[in-house]
């Protein structure tokens, strides 16, 4: 776990069935939100660190990271969250873990090509506030896709050109830098908004 000094959040994150923790969204967002008062931790699923190249089924992501959660030992309020289907997952369990928010990164809105077979339901669920940061490429689901307005207490993130990786074109409208950028401040702001501050005011 990257630990701040002074944390008031700590936010658990987990990968997409492509890639791990080394994916560039949640490599950005350990790097900087620490020194703002964000614990992040980082959660591998035992498919990965099994060395296997295909992710488990949906159920037992959930299994993986109810485990992850359960074996923080924190005091702060928890966000869960992930990439793709690191996002469906946190969305699924953000309530049962007591999570005060859900950060659903790439959310795959629908597999590509094939809008009809929506995922929407699945960001329902989650039932606390979440953030949604979402390629503005993304073949899983562009940001026009997601319903206007979102559904319950759901804010979109959009950053300009990025794909489902949220890697953007050398001559797109930001850079990787700026795209990362954009990726933690959005991510810092809706927690001081929508976590830190509802603590708050409870």
Known sequence: ???????????????????????????????????????VALFEQPWR????????PPATLDVGLRA???????????????RSAGARSAARTARELGARGCLALSFPLHPPGKPEKSR?????????PTLVVQGERDPFGRPEEFPDPLPGRTDLAVVPGADHG??????????EDEAMAI????????????VVGNAVAR
């Open 68 to 82: 992850a959660a359960d074996a923080l030992r924190v005091r702060t309020p928890l966000v869960v969250g992930g």
């Open 183 to 194: 990726v933690v401040e959005s991510t810092l702001e809706w927690i001081i908004r929508e």
């Open 120 to 128: 929407l339901e699945e960001l329902e669920l989650a039932g606390v």
């Open 166 to 175: 949220l890697a953007v074109p050398k001559r797109g409208p930001v850079s």
């Open 49 to 56: 660190r099994a060395g296997k190249k295909v992710a488990s």
């Open 1 to 39: 776990m990257r630990r701040a000094r002074r944390p008031v959040v700590t936010l658990l994150l987990s990968h997409g069935a492509g890639g791990g923790i080394e994916a560039r969204d949640l490599a950005a967002l350990a790097a900087g939100l620490p020194g703002q008062g964000v614990n």
